[in-house]
């Protein structure tokens, strides 16, 4: 079965005028060949779609249902160069986005946010990930941007800082530690169980923590993976722990939040992510809606980015006013 777009204009032209001189007038073109036409296209769909005679045309029940599936195919046949357009200009298509759990506390929201009001027509894909595996699903082109922790490889990827915070001991409600009055130092925690980040799963934590401050790691009495697990089991007695600021905004009850002293006031960073040779459109129209997202660096400190307004405010009050 073969039959043209023309032949489809020509079905619909006589359909909605139930002439065939007005539909002929319609299209610019003679009575003659739209006759042929529609004659044309009943041989290839071997179905008879008009009744006609010298007094009326009319379309038979199979004319009917075949009219519905022409207009669907002309519409799309008419929307294809513009969506291709699109497409190509990355104004549409889609991003597979990862991003780690602790990108949730805030930031991933506002991202999304941003981009479903500047990109409509872009779906953004969400993957949770732990930083190594967006590193092998970028590699591997499951997913086309991350959210995710350094180190990188410079050769394979570009990146973009977007956010600093700073690292705050998480402790039980009523703990002895939660009337410092100052940040907390290494020498405050001798004798208290360490909830620690899992070295294989949470590599950047348990690094920077190692980088950040001495501990005695025979004091680790749990090792996990995720920040929330973290804070049910300081709520539950099991420990202490360290957390990003951002995981204030969790809310877990029974938990107390107080300042590390580190010789980096903020050094907790997250990134975007990318492939240097993405062959995803979108992607590049993505970043260019983020590029002010990309962290600043004020004389007076390190940065926070735009989209991390309220992890800020909730930074400042847990260092002044520890909860």
Avoid at 134 to 144: T, Y
Avoid at 255 to 262: G, K, S, Y
């Amino acid at each position: 079965m073969t039959y043209t777009l023309e032949q489809l204009r020509g079905l619909v032209a006589v359909a909605e005028e139930l002439h065939f001189g007005r539909a002929a007038a319609r299209l610019r073109m003679t009575q003659p060949p739209l006759s042929r036409q529609i004659q044309k296209l009943e041989a290839a769909v071997d179905v008879r779609l008009l009744d006609r005679d010298k007094q009326r045309v009319a379309l038979t029940p199979a004319g009917e249902a075949f009219l519905v599936e022409a207009r669907r195919i002309l519409a799309i046949a008419e929307a294809a160069p513009d969506l291709a357009r699109r497409i190509h200009s990355g104004s549409r298509g889609v991003v597979r986005l990862g991003f780690t759990a602790a990108s949730t506390f805030g930031t991933l929201g506002c991202i999304l946010n941003r981009l479903e009001q500047s990109l409509p027509e872009v779906r953004i894909e969400l993957f949770e990930m732990v930083t190594r595996e967006q590193i092998d699903a970028l590699a591997g082109e499951d997913i086309d941007l991350g959210l995710a922790r350094p180190p990188f490889d410079s050769e394979l990827f570009d990146s973009r800082l977007i956010q600093r915070e700073a690292l705050l001991l998480a402790v039980t409600a009523g703990h002895r530690l939660a009337g410092l009055g100052r940040p907390a130092r290494a020498d405050d925690l001798t004798g208290e169980p360490l909830i620690f980040h899992s070295q294989r799963k949470a590599r950047y934590f348990h690094d920077l923590m190692i980088s950040m401050i001495p501990l005695a790691q025979e004091r680790v009495v749990h090792s996990v993976s995720q920040i929330l697990t973290m804070l049910w089991l300081v709520s539950a007695g099991r420990g202490v722990a360290f957390v990003p600021a951002s995981a204030t905004l969790l809310g877990i009850p029974h938990v107390e939040f107080i300042p590390l002293a580190t010789h980096v006031p903020r050094p907790v960073e997250l990134h975007l992510l990318w492939p240097r040779h993405s062959r995803n459109p979108a992607l590049a129209r993505v970043l260019a809606t983020l590029e002010d997202l990309a962290a600043q660096e004020p004389p007076s400190g390190p940065a926070v980015p735009p989209c991390a307004d309220a992890v800020e405010e909730t930074e400042t009050e847990a260092a002044s006013h520890p909860a």
